[in-house]
Antibody, heavy 119, light 108 residues
Framework: EVQLLESGGGLVQPGGSLRLSCVAS????????MNWVRRAPGKGLEWVSG????????YYADSVRGRFTISRDNSKNTLYLQMNSLRADDTAVYYC????????????WGQGTLVTVSS | EIVLTQSPGTLSLSPGERATLSCRAS???????LAWYQHKPGQAPRLLIY???FRATGVPDRFSGIGSGTDFTLTISRLEPEDFAVYYC?????????FGQGTKLEIK
């Protein structure tokens, strides 16, 4: 069974940092591009960042570029999102999502982890 | 970036009725690189349709997608109780891939 399980969410103060993890199972992780997608309260889905399966190329939404870093460890079937300089508008449920390639549809999703940025 | 506008914002229907959801793009989505997702509270989003018209694995045939260029439609032919959720369209024609704001399908 294909599964993505996120962890690492929580409450953090503005300006703080948090690291999200996503453990994958049930498919060949290294062959898949992986992404983070978030949904802020009362808003729709927003793609945040993606990383290719082949060469590890990374891409970011303008709203997080320079503050967030996506990475993966194919030996551990794990995707990461290091979030620094967090702001209130980063508050959201963060989903790990798999796609065949970067800039593609997302055919595998995790259940999400909640990040709350508040003082 | 391509902006996707979904309508209506909320759709109130009864089980057994037909639902028609619209997604309009600010510029042409060539190649029909458009997907539809279903999202229920507390659950992972679920891919329903990709490439505008192809059902994902395991998706019932009451779900269908059509469209090209700037206008796309998701139709649910006969609503089941489990279909009431929020639906999003997403384009993957140009970077960044963007989502519509969602249509909430609620029980009337």
């Amino acid at each position: 069974e294909v599964q993505l399980l996120e962890s690492g969410g929580g409450l953090v103060q503005p300006g703080g940092s948090l690291r999200l993890s996503c453990v994958a199972s049930g498919f060949t992780f290294r062959n898949y591009a992986m992404n983070w997608v978030r949904r802020a309260p009362g808003k729709g889905l927003e793609w945040v960042s993606g990383i290719s399966g082949s060469d590890g190329s990374t891409y970011y939404a303008d709203s997080v570029r320079g503050r967030f870093t996506i990475s993966r460890d194919n030996s551990k079937n794990t995707l990461y999102l290091q979030m620094n300089s967090l702001r209130a508008d980063d508050t959201a449920v963060y989903y790990c999502a798999g796609s065949g390639w970067l800039l593609y549809y997302f055919d595998t999703w995790g259940q999400g982890t909640l990040v709350t940025v508040s003082s | 970036e391509i902006v996707l506008t979904q309508s209506p914002g909320t759709l109130s229907l009864s089980p057994g009725e037909r639902a028609t959801l619209s997604c309009r793009a600010s510029q042409s989505v060539s190649g029909s690189y458009l997907a539809w997702y279903q999202h229920k509270p507390g659950q992972a989003p679920r891919l329903l349709i990709y490439d505008a018209a192809f059902r994902a694995t395991g998706v019932p045939d009451r779900f269908s997608g059509i469209g090209s260029g700037t206008d796309f439609t998701l139709t649910i032919s006969r609503l089941e109780p489990e279909d009431f959720a929020v639906y999003y369209c997403q384009q993957y024609e140009s970077s960044p891939g963007t989502f519509g704001q969602g249509t909430k399908l609620e029980i009337k």
